[in-house]
Nanobody, 122 residues
Framework: QVQLVESGGGLVQAGGSLRLSCAASGRTFSTNAWFRQAPGKEREFVAAITWSGGRTNYADSVKGRFTISRDNARNTVFLRMNSLKPEDTAVYYC?????????????????WGQGTQVAVSS
């Protein structure tokens, strides 16, 4: 059974940092990504990483602040978030794809976690 389980969400003040984790089980994937969805808004791409070569892709809104990484031995992907802003408040979802491409297109990701809440106060 394939599972993606996110953890590490919480409440932080603006300017603070948080590290999200996504543990995968049941199989390995070619690409992992993070998406987020704020109340009343569409789900948006945040970052992606390939498991072969570690190629990354970031949304313009998080470049220079967020870092995606992976631990192949643990089959886990991380999202380090620095300099957090209230606009970063959302439910963050881990996604996985069998295609080796760090794409922003959600349709490429066929496996999704349940999400973890991130709230940033002003």
């Amino acid at each position: 059974q394939v599972q993606l389980v996110e953890s590490g969400g919480g409440l932080v003040q603006a300017g603070g940092s948080l590290r999200l984790s996504c543990a995968a089980s049941g199989r390995t994937f070619s690409t992992n990504a993070w998406f987020r969805q704020a109340p009343g808004k569409e789900r948006e791409f945040v970052a992606a990483i390939t498991w072969s070569g570690g190629r990354t892709n970031y949304a313009d809104s998080v470049k220079g602040r967020f870092t995606i990484s992976r631990d192949n031995a643990r089959n886990t992907v991380f999202l380090r978030m620095n300099s957090l802003k209230p606009e970063d408040t959302a439910v963050y979802y881990c996604a996985a794809s069998t295609i080796m491409m760090p794409t922003i297109v959600a349709d490429y990701y066929h496996y999704w976690g349940q999400g973890t809440q991130v709230a940033v106060s002003s």
